[in-house]
């Protein structure tokens, strides 16, 4: 009966911590998208800007909505304005071009596959890569490039849980 009752005991702590650890339903989970070499996030330049075409930028990391991403099936969708990771120039094939945030819309240059720590642009297989060879500067611009495995294109997601 004594080992009955500590079972029992055993149950209910699991579920007491189990809804401890459990975020509230209002909490949503975003992410800060941090560059390997220079250790800054990926933010929307301008404080963030809600306007089409604000250029991404790393900053150091500040946990403030225009460094907050979230996922929406492929996309990467912005805590404070709600537009897509984008590349510029309607998804340029170009290396350099800059990627921007843009009014999703389903289009190719605003889908992304996290892969082995890259960020892969579906509409030309470019990555998400740091300017100036990877510069360690607050407001460096993010570019993409043709993938070459050096830190500067090198992305990790640290979860962010927010109370709405």
Request: hydrophobic share 45%; with cysteine; charged share 20%.
């Given at each position: 009966m004594i080992s009955m009752a500590r079972t029992v005991l055993v149950?209910?702590?699991g579920?007491?911590?189990a809804a401890a650890i459990t975020p509230s339903a209002s909490a949503a989970t975003y992410y800060n998208l941090v560059n390997q070499k220079s250790g800054k996030c990926m933010s929307v330049a301008g404080g963030g800007s809600t306007a089409n075409g604000a250029k991404i930028?790393?900053?150091t990391c500040n946990d403030?909505?225009?460094?907050?991403?979230?996922?929406v099936g492929d996309q990467l969708k912005n805590r404070k304005s709600g537009k897509c990771l984008s590349v510029s120039g309607g998804g340029s094939p170009d290396n350099g071009a800059e990627l921007v945030q843009w009014s999703?819309?389903?289009?190719?240059e605003q889908m992304w596959k996290p892969m082995d720590g890259y960020l892969i642009c579906h509409k030309?297989?470019?990555?998400?890569?740091v300017s100036g060879g990877g510069s360690t500067a607050n407001g460096a611009k993010i570019v993409q490039w043709t993938a070459h495995g050096h830190a500067d294109q090198l992305w990790?997601?640290?979860?962010?849980v927010i109370d709405a």
């Open positions: 149950g209910v702590a579920v007491a911590l930028v790393q900053w403030k909505g225009e460094q907050l991403w979230y996922r999703c819309n389903g289009a190719f030309n297989g470019k990555v998400a890569s990790r997601f640290d979860a962010r």
